[in-house]
């Protein structure tokens, strides 16, 4: 029997997120035709993922209606996993209009379209735990039924999308299914995010021949969960293969780590003694003290777990560049 | 003592809001300096309203940042009451984008506009009771702090402004004041909302010399919170003035009619008997049987009531054409 191979796009192939999700696929010999589209070409070599795989990356701005368009007509998926996003907080503030722009109006770009071409697809539209906002500290660890106080542009875009994505599953009945996914950290994740940015600081200090060192941050008696980005992959392939539509998942660890506390993780793998130096400026305006998730719904619908533990984790992200 | 006058920009004032703000500020004998503007030219002679007040029309398109630009460098407004909206909910589900970037956008880009001047001015951000969406019947009347499920784009865009709102007044301070208004009617309405049609169509059966006719309507069972809007722009006054920044007022009569009620009120006032007749291409999807808002807050603390009867409402607006 000639099985057609599942047809899968991927939006924001080229971020962080989008390489581990065809890692993913590439390591669980999935067999699937992928088309990945962003505004900029990967950094990674896609040929890498040839196999099971078949993939073909397509430079398409999903602000460009045409060319989306266009691309609907030679590449039907059964499924697409919509990771583009400006996901950066801090940016939002400065440009609250582009940041709206690319994640509400690319998101309603993209789901018109499919709704133009008839396109019977599953999708899965990834939110952000910024969406909780203000929170209360009994309803630490949060579930996805807690109401949602966005206190960011960013976040506000992302309850927008989230709010957009139930009115076509309910109205339109498009297969949309949801998440609020946690800080995720991993190998090849950009040094401008947080854990990265105490890898290569404290690396350098070791690099420069040093046993002890200082490195300035921001708060970090704050707490967050953190989950490794390759279990968010695997969470996000179960979700778009499995999930229910309609519904929200936390993508979260459940659990929750003091920044202080992997800054001494990181410092111990390395080797060398550091301390820190509160750096006002890093400091932001108004940050939650602690945002924990609950995990039920996913790991009780799906079976997913979060397997990789934190020090894997710190460890592989200190290795990848050696 | 020469006392310098209050300058207010009205955004969107070629629409029927916009007119009958001017007209209140007119009849009340306001000292104001006011600039209008649209994207299309006021229907009205704004030279009409000349004395007390001096209004000047600029056409401004809001996603033009340049213009906006200018139009700060000339009109340093103390009060901005931004009536700007696509604000049809059949629209914002042909063309959710559209409809999302002229409410949320053409919003972030004035207040944004309003920042980079450093302009110390109040804000009025006009919102809407379909932000509330899916009601259950025992929140009737509505207050301010229902938790909002909105089950339109519109829907959502306007709670996206709102929520944006807020987070300027709490992270920059920004003076925005917002409201949730419910159905407005009155003379100039457009006859394509609803009460106006009924009258225009319960006109024209007069007109041809029938003494009874039959119109075609959507689901008149349903119960709405009908709101003069010469009370609008009094309670809009109001609230620019003297409303408390970063709160959210609900602007409404109170009461709940049901549209059958309202299309008897028209016939006899007319004189003629009608019946009508269910177009289910009239009914909409997701329709809440009833919508009535408590107007406690904006009472209760800005002493304002809605003073126009139904009644007379109908009168004038079947007597404006004659």
């Known amino acids: 029997m000639n099985k057609e191979k599942m047809?899968?796009?991927?939006?924001?192939?080229?971020?962080?997120?989008?390489?581990?999700?065809?890692?993913?696929?590439?390591?669980?010999?999935?067999?699937?035709?992928?088309?990945?589209?962003?505004?900029?070409?990967?950094?990674?070599?896609?040929?890498?993922?040839?196999?099971?795989?078949?993939?073909?990356?397509?430079?398409?701005?999903?602000?460009?209606?045409?060319?989306?368009?266009?691309?609907?007509?030679?590449?039907?998926?059964?499924?697409?996993?919509?990771?583009?996003?400006?996901?950066?907080?801090?940016y939002s503030w400065k440009h609250p209009e582009e940041s709206f722009v690319n994640n509400t109006n690319i998101f309603l770009n993209l789901i018109t379209a499919i709704q133009t071409h008839n396109i019977n697809c599953r999708i899965l539209s990834v939110g952000s735990s910024e969406e909780y906002g203000i929170?209360?500290?009994?309803?630490?660890?949060?579930?996805?039924?807690?109401?949602?106080?966005?206190?960011?542009?960013?976040?506000?875009?992302?309850?927008?999308?989230?709010?957009?994505?139930?009115?076509?599953?309910?109205?339109?009945?498009?297969?949309?299914?949801m998440t609020r996914s946690f800080n995720h950290i991993g190998p090849w994740q950009d040094s401008r995010f947080v854990v990265p940015s105490f890898i290569k600081r404290i690396k350098e200090i070791k690099d420069a021949g040093y046993k002890r060192g200082i490195i300035e941050t921001g708060d970090i008696g704050i707490v967050r969960d953190f989950v490794d980005v390759r279990d968010v992959v695997h969470a996000y392939y179960l979700l778009l293969t499995k999930g229910r539509v309609g519904e929200i998942y936390n993508v979260c660890s459940g659990k929750g780590i003091k920044l202080e506390k992997i800054v001494k993780m990181i410092a111990d793998e390395i080797g060398i003694y550091v301390e820190t130096k509160l750096c006002e400026q890093l400091v932001r305006p108004n940050d939650n003290p602690i945002i924990v998730g609950n995990n039920h719904k996913i790991t009780d619908e799906l079976g997913w777990k979060p397997n990789i533990p934190l020090e894997t984790t710190i460890k592989n992200m200190i290795d990848q560049g050696e």
């Open 7 to 90: 047809k899968i796009l991927i939006t924001g192939v080229s971020g962080f997120v989008g390489h581990h999700f065809l890692q993913y696929l590439y390591d669980n010999k999935i067999e699937a035709s992928v088309c990945g589209i962003d505004i900029s070409e990967p950094a990674y070599n896609i040929r890498e993922y040839d196999g099971f795989l078949s993939v073909t990356y397509r430079k398409i701005d999903l602000l460009d209606k045409e060319s989306l368009a266009s691309l609907f007509e030679d590449f039907v998926p059964d499924y697409v996993l919509h990771l583009a996003s400006f996901s950066s907080v801090a």
């Open 135 to 177: 929170i209360d500290q009994d309803e630490i660890p949060l579930s996805e039924d807690k109401e949602v106080r966005p206190i960011s542009p960013y976040a506000v875009a992302r309850v927008a999308q989230e709010m957009l994505s139930k009115l076509f599953v309910d109205s339109y009945h498009v297969n949309i299914i």
